[in-house]
């Protein structure tokens, strides 16, 4: 069974080719490139032994996607994570966000339309829930005005997806991640640390590893136990098991309905504060780190409420705060001796 994988060389991309090759599906990658590195097939092959075809093009292309998808029009199901993802880049270059994440989409499901291809999972963002007003927030929460192009970029794929539904034989999975974090046991796989990180725990590993001088905590005076900021952080490899039971259900034509989401998420929230300390316990080291001013478009606090998935889905999210830290840990101090050995 051949899987498209958009985006398989970036970070979750990356880590759902490796599950779903140890389920035996075959993977084709499409990849630009342009936030990830051609090594990543390299790393996936040493993991599962299986090296899956890349082929580096830019599904902005109508027609390069369009040809795409003629050569392979075999593919079973497409799991599309090719976008930009950068929150505070968003809102400087808002036309370049609506372009590659909308334009991409919409050939995709274009061409997935003539080839009759129907399965469609879609990379989707907690962040459409913006600030919920109950907790822990449900797939039945209303959606938000966005904070950002990036936010409004999912927001609008998923409405793009669901009028294409409705005047197609496509289907479509829309999962809503909360906080992916950490990385595969091997090392071999992570979040490539291009620029500087916006996320909280590539920074805290950057830090440590003595890159960045020093983690700023954006505000700790939230209405939250310890004045910072709650996120639901799950783990990359729990999180690509999600996608590959998505696919297989889509395939197995085990749907409910022709358009559904799932939150993935642990259920469970922790302070900006909490993850540092379990950063420290696991590394052994102090952290150095200042708390600054709230950083503009922070929600306070959300966490998911995971039991539609875990039920419908027969998933759950498994490896606690400790774990996943410690694996961005490891990630971090391989990747930077391995850059360390070729110099
Ligand atoms: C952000 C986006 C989210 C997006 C995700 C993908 C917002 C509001 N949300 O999630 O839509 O899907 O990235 O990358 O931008 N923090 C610090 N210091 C830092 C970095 C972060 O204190 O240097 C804090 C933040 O204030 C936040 C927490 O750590 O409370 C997590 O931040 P981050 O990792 O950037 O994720 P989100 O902002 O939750």
Request: proline residues 4%.
């Amino acid at each position: 069974m051949k899987i498209l994988v958009t985006g398989g060389t970036g970070y979750i991309g990356s880590h759902t080719v490796v599950e779903l090759q140890n389920k035996g599906f075959e993977v084709l990658i499409v990849d630009n490139l342009s936030n990830s590195s051609a090594e990543i097939v390299d790393n996936i092959e040493k993991i599962t032994g299986t090296r899956p075809v890349l082929e580096v093009f830019d599904l902005v292309d109508r027609e390069k996607t369009a040809d795409f998808f003629q050569r392979n029009n075999d593919i079973a199901g497409v799991i599309h994570f090719a976008a930009y993802k950068a929150v505070g880049e968003s809102v400087e270059k808002p036309l370049m966000y609506y372009r590659n994440n909308l334009v991409s989409l919409m050939n995709i499901l274009e061409s997935m339309r003539d080839n009759n291809i129907q399965n469609l999972v879609f990379s989707s963002s907690c962040t459409v829930y913006g600030q919920p007003d109950e907790l822990p927030v449900s797939e039945k929460a209303p959606i938000k005005k966005a904070e950002s192009p990036y936010g409004n970029t999912k927001q609008i794929s998923e409405e793009i997806i669901q009028d294409t539904i409705k005047a197609s034989d496509i289907h479509g999975i829309a999962l809503r991640y909360f906080n992916p974090i950490g990385a595969h046991e091997s090392a071999l796989i992570g979040e490539l640390p291009l620029g500087v990180p916006n996320n909280l725990v590539p920074f805290i590993t950057q830090t440590a590893i003595g890159i960045r001088d020093q983690l700023k905590v954006f505000g700790n005076d939230y209405p939250t136990p310890d004045g910072t900021p709650i996120r639901d952080y799950i783990h990359v490899v729990d999180l690509a098991k999600a996608h590959v039971i998505a696919v297989d259900r889509m395939i197995q034509d085990k749907m409910k309905k022709p358009f559904e989401v799932f939150n993935l998420g642990t259920g469970k929230g922790y302070s900006v504060l909490e993850v540092i300390k379990a950063f420290e316990k696991v590394s052994g080291l102090k952290l150095n780190y200042k708390i600054v001013g709230r950083r503009e478009g922070d929600v306070i606090q959300v966490w998911a409420d995971p039991s539609f998935s875990n039920r419908e889905l027969g998933w759950k999210a498994e490896k606690g705060l400790e774990e996943m830290v410690a694996s961005a840990w490891k990630w971090e101090q391989a990747y930077r001796k391995k850059l360390a050995d070729k110099q």
